[in-house]
Structures are given as C-alpha cells and as structure tokens.
C-alpha cells in the first residue's frame, strides 16, 4: 500500500479473490448441576478426544444462524466455581482455532425443530 501526499485515497493492490484466514475463537461457557468439576472435566476431554470421537469439531450457533467446521480446542481457563442453592456452578473459558473460515455448517433437525447433526456445505 502506497499513500503519496498529493493524490487522494491510497495506492492499493486487490486481488480478485480475497482469502480468509485460519483465526482463534474464545467461547464462554457454563456449567449449572451437581459435581459441576467432573462435568467440566468430562466435556473438555470429550474436546480433546479421549472419548474415541476425534478432536476435529463443527460448530453452530442457531441465534446467528452460523456454523464453521475444522475447529480444535488449543486451551481453556480453570474454572471459577459458584454455589447455587443446591447447584453448583463453573464459568470457564475454552480457546478454539477455526482451521477453515469458509465452509459452511449447516443443521439438520427432527420433528420437534431440534438440531441433530451438522453437515458441511
């Protein structure tokens, strides 16, 4: 880029096509009912693979109606845990890396309009 003193606006080379990189994502979560620790404990090692399913994730979020594929977890917060009547309560934060901006996950529902699965477009 390229800006001369004595012309208006800047010297600028675009492309045909504009590439989208890789970024990072911080989500926020909340855990609500009893032994809030294990709960925690055992969604981030469902993240992380130990379950068998694999690392790779597919998100969506129905209020914004997007979704990305190719995510991993590359770290999460310790949890700050918080009594609720008889519920206990953990806020915590996971850190993801969105390895594919473009492709699009779209949801499949069932006959109560309740997401199901996730495909790829």
């Excluded at 600028?12 to 032994?35: H, N």
């Excluded at 590359?74 to 519920?87: L, W």
């Excluded at 850190?95 to 949801?107: C, E, G, I, K, L």
Aim: a negative charge.
């Amino acid at each position: 880029m390229d800006d001369y003193p004595d012309e208006d606006g800047e010297d600028v080379f675009i492309p045909e096509i504009l590439t989208v990189k890789a970024y990072d994502l911080d989500v926020d979560f909340s855990y609500k009912g009893a032994d809030a620790e294990n709960g925690v404990r055992v969604f981030i090692d469902y993240l992380l693979g130990h379950d068998g399913t694999g690392a790779s994730l597919k998100v969506y979020n129905p209020y914004i109606k997007m979704g990305r594929s190719k995510i991993y977890i590359t770290g999460f917060s310790e949890p700050e845990f918080n009594r609720e009547n008889d519920e206990e309560i953990a806020n915590f934060t996971i850190s993801f890396r969105v390895t594919d901006p473009r492709t699009r996950v779209v949801p499949s529902y069932d006959g109560n309009n309740n997401i199901i699965g996730l495909t790829t477009t």
